[in-house]
């Protein structure tokens, strides 16, 4: 199926570390989307107010984001367990979310066949998207998952201590009044402690699958 003038946009919604960024990455390799990490835009923000400590914080979040080049992301690491922290605080307040969201937007427009991930895409950020997942896992799982990653750059980070970041990070974003993290009515729940990656990619496509022939027929 090649999507070429036609729109297929799909939203990928869960908790830290649940897998939703490999779900994600993995479908939109498959059918030819544009890929957007939202997380990453929070980590950015966040990383902007560590390293330059902005007077006006917003002021100065929004020139960036005005200018700013998705791809370049990559290249900073935004993983650090202060970014993280922080993210989930800035996340909370509306001036940051209305520049972000606004980015998002563009992002969707410019990209008709795209999937986003992060944790208000298909309640707020592409609530028309033709597929929306939601991502879950047990802390557990999701700690070990962040625990190996994080280990290969600080080889001293503990274990408990990841646990304990993730646990208080998904209760900020669950309860924030802004934009909280919920499983949207359509959403499919992709359980990543059940499915290995080539489980959760078959699983994904079929309901992919199934709305691409309600649209476009096959
Ligand atoms: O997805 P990731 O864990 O990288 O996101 C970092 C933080 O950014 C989250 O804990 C959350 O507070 C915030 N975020 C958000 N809305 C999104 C994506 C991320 O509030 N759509």
Redesign the pocket.
Known sequence: MKFKNKTFQISC?GG??TG??TGAKMISRKYKLKFL???????YASYLIIKFKPKNEIKFIKQKFNKLNYKKLNKINL?TPKI?EL??KI?KKNTV?VILKKYQKNFSKKYKNCCI?????STK?LPDSDVKFFFKCSLNIAAKRRYKELKRVNRKIKFQDVKKALRI?NI??IKRKN?P?LKHNDAVSIDTGKLDKKAMLAKMSKFVEKEINKKYGN
């Open positions: 919604d830290a570390a939703k960024s990490s939202s997380g990453l835009l929070y980590r993983h993280s993210s989930s996340a979310r991930e992060g944790r208000d895409i950020i990070r900020s974003d934009s993290l």
